[in-house]
């Protein structure tokens, strides 16, 4: 990869579109290097599809007494910038670091940003840059509405979450997670068919996601659909690298669904798989009297 001359009417040229993480350019004696990078939105009351980002990079000059720093940004895979920091930050021979921010405003047929800190000397004298890989910004425009409805359900109010992530949904469509959590939402206020739908979109959209899986799973097995059940939340245990909570929830998920479905040997092996896996559950006197029922 390399950065050819650069026009500051027409701004910064890249010629590949697919850096590396942090990629720096081979530069002697002169070097950059991203150090931090945070996404964030600019302020609280600035619409949901406003982007800025904080980067922090080191910088070394050493083939002039001074210089600047600019940022910049490329959608796509364009090899042209689109947009750059307002004004270069003067920086002086030696080492140092920068913090630097920039905004951006999301369009609708923009998938992924890379961002480019170069340091120059003179007008138009590129010595050295770094780059990111390509940043998905596909969740960004449903952020905001997501983190409220997060709060929202920490305050058990179910009825603003559900709103705020169908907010989320109408500002990022395509970004499964916001269809788990309101899925997960509506299990809580026992709207399982709608929380079957959500979860189902969220597949379709991270078709390995295990939570999604039992998530549906659950709403199955409220909607009387055992067999169905099973199938969704096996899929979670056989699909785990290791067990984990996922699979913990899973097993005492399909527990239920083979007691439903009348096998009870089935039943029982699962729901002593949860208490393995959960040995500090709430709920373990109750399962274990599922359990000796059972038996």
């Given at each position: 990869?390399?950065?050819?001359?650069?026009?500051?009417?027409?701004?910064?040229?890249?010629?590949?579109?697919?850096?590396?993480?942090?990629?720096?350019?081979?530069?002697?004696?002169?070097?950059?290097?991203?150090?931090?990078?945070?996404?964030?939105?600019?302020?609280?009351?600035?619409?949901?599809?406003?982007?800025?980002?904080?980067?922090?990079?080191?910088?070394?000059?050493q083939s002039a007494d001074s210089g600047f720093v600019l940022l910049f940004?490329?959608?796509?895979?364009?090899?042209?910038?689109?947009?750059?920091?307002?004004?270069?930050?003067?920086?002086?021979?030696?080492?140092?670091?920068?913090?630097?921010?920039?905004?951006?405003?999301?369009?609708?047929?923009?998938?992924?940003?890379?961002?480019?800190?170069?340091?120059?000397?003179?007008?138009?004298?590129?010595?050295?840059?770094?780059?990111?890989?390509?940043?998905?910004?596909?969740?960004?425009?449903?952020?905001?509405?997501?983190?409220?409805?997060?709060?929202?359900?920490?305050?058990?109010?179910?009825?603003?979450?559900?709103?705020?992530?169908?907010?989320?949904?109408?500002?990022?469509?395509?970004?499964?997670?916001?269809?788990?959590?309101?899925?997960?939402?509506?299990?809580?206020?026992?709207?399982?068919?709608?929380?079957?739908?959500?979860?189902?979109?969220?597949?379709?959209?991270?078709?390995?996601?295990?939570?999604?899986?039992?998530?549906?799973?659950?709403?199955?097995?409220?909607?009387?659909?055992?067999?169905?059940?099973?199938?969704?939340?096996?899929?979670?245990?056989?699909?785990?690298?290791?067990?984990?909570?996922?699979?913990?929830?899973?097993?005492?998920?399909?527990?239920?669904?083979?007691?439903?479905?009348?096998?009870?040997?089935?039943?029982?092996?699962?729901?002593?798989?949860?208490?393995?896996?959960?040995?500090?559950?709430?709920?373990?006197?109750?399962?274990?009297?599922?359990?000796?029922?059972?038996?």
């Amino acid at each position: 990869m390399r950065l050819i001359p650069l026009i500051f009417a027409a701004g910064l040229v890249l010629a590949s579109a697919t850096p590396a993480a942090a990629q720096s350019a081979p530069s002697l004696p002169d070097r950059m290097d991203l150090v931090g990078l945070v996404t964030r939105q600019p302020s609280a009351d600035r619409p949901t599809n406003e982007v800025q980002f904080h980067t922090t990079v080191n910088y070394k000059l050493q083939s002039a007494d001074s210089g600047f720093v600019l940022l910049f940004l490329f959608e796509n895979t364009s090899s042209d910038s689109t947009q750059q920091s307002s004004s270069g930050i003067p920086v002086q021979k030696g080492n140092g670091q920068l913090q630097m921010d920039i905004d951006y405003v999301l369009k609708p047929d923009v998938h992924t940003l890379t961002l480019v800190a170069g340091l120059f000397k003179g007008e138009q004298q590129l010595m050295a840059w770094v780059s990111t890989n390509p940043i998905d910004v596909a969740p960004w425009p449903g952020r905001v509405s997501f983190e409220k409805a997060m709060a929202a359900r920490l305050s058990n109010d179910l009825d603003g979450a559900e709103a705020d992530l169908s907010q989320a949904i109408v500002d990022a469509p395509d970004t499964g997670n916001y269809y788990y959590w309101r899925g997960d939402t509506r299990v809580r206020q026992e709207h399982f068919q709608d929380a079957d739908a959500d979860f189902t979109k969220s597949i379709e959209l991270m078709p390995q996601d295990r939570a999604s899986r039992v998530g549906r799973g659950v709403s199955r097995l409220w909607l009387g659909q055992a067999q169905s059940a099973v199938e969704d939340l096996s899929f979670a245990i056989d699909n785990a690298p290791q067990p984990d909570r996922i699979s913990a929830w899973a097993y005492r998920a399909r527990g239920l669904a083979h007691a439903a479905l009348g096998e009870s040997q089935q039943a029982v092996a699962d729901y002593r798989s949860y208490l393995s896996l959960a040995p500090d559950a709430d709920d373990r006197g109750l399962v274990q009297q599922w359990i000796s029922e059972l038996g």
